[in-house]
């Protein structure tokens, strides 16, 4: 595990898929991320490349080849190597080298950079294209932060507020069978309570949102994820059909891509959502997380 640290937050980092694992608040004490446990989901904040969310029949194609390809892709599961570590920041560095093309055609390099800043951490995301062609990929984030986050408060005592991008409609979607259909546009999204119902047809999906705040309505501690420029959001918590009842997490995920809609041609370059990069050239994006 790489930690690194300023005056206001401790971050513990793993080297398998570049992971945060833990966020613990110096000057209040609290823990903000999931734990992991897999009585519900064994992650805490995989990095999802080179798809978002689940392709109709697990598969794709590209250029008459079809390829196979399980939920979110393979990033979330590779060892990185540590490029650079400051106190306060540190870089991660994964090749491809040759190892996915049996899944995924295309060579390239992930860097994926953390900083802190007083009570925020900054993840910066860099994809290389290797290649002599164009390359499409997704990505997205997918961090888990637990609630509640004190003893005296109950999941009801917390709220999703949003700020939508300036000028844009935001655009609601939902997910029947995995797959993307398109909502009407939200109007006058601002807050949402939170209860368990909310994800009893999976994730929540929208578009044109820069910034989602999950905060205690009793204690007023949380999280701010801000993420101006992503295309999409999702959240999501873990519906227990049993009982009726929702994990004890919520994950805010921006995100560069989005699952296959239902009505996907299955062509990689036609998928709702891609972002294509040429040959040679950088994508880079960044979003903060706000412990408050």
């Known amino acids: 595990m790489i930690v690194i640290e300023n005056e206001w937050l401790k971050v513990g980092i793993a080297e398998n898929g570049a992971e945060v694992r833990t966020v613990k608040h110096k000057k209040n004490g609290l823990d903000y991320m999931w734990t992991g446990d897999n ?61 996915f093309l049996q899944v995924y055609p295309y060579e390239f390099k992930a860097m994926i950079h953390y900083v802190l800043k007083e009570d925020s951490l900054i993840v910066q995301w860099e994809i290389v294209n290797q290649n002599k062609e164009e390359m499409y990929f997704s990505i997205g984030a997918h961090p888990a932060f637990k609630i509640p986050l004190l003893e005296n408060e109950g999941m009801g005592d917390y709220s999703l507020t949003f700020t939508p991008a300036a000028n844009k409609d935001v655009i609601e979607y939902e997910l029947k069978d995995s797959l ?41 501690h949380g999280v701010e994820v801000i993420f101006k420029k992503f295309p999409f959001v999702g959240i999501w918590s873990k519906y227990m059909d049993k009982d009726g009842t929702m994990a004890p997490f919520v994950c805010i995920e921006p995100w560069f891509g989005i699952a296959d809609t239902y009505i996907t041609s299955g062509n990689l370059k036609e998928k709702f959502g891609i972002n294509k990069l040429d040959k040679e050239e950088t994508f880079q994006a960044e979003y903060k997380m706000k412990f408050l």
């Open 180 to 220: 993307i259909h398109e909502k009407d546009p939200a109007s006058g999204i601002s807050t949402i309570q939170l209860k368990s119902s909310l994800f009893s047809h999976d994730a929540l999906i929208y578009s044109n949102i820069d910034q989602i705040t999950l905060q205690s309505n009793k204690s007023s």
């Open 39 to 99: 009585a519900y989901w064994g992650r805490v904040a995989p990095i999802l490349f080179p798809i978002v969310g689940r392709l109709k029949e697990d598969r794709y194609e590209i250029d008459g080849k079809i390829y196979e390809m399980s939920q979110h892709g393979f990033l979330r599961d590779v060892l990185f190597d540590v490029a650079e570590q400051t106190k306060k920041n540190v870089s991660f560095e994964f090749e491809s080298a040759g190892r």
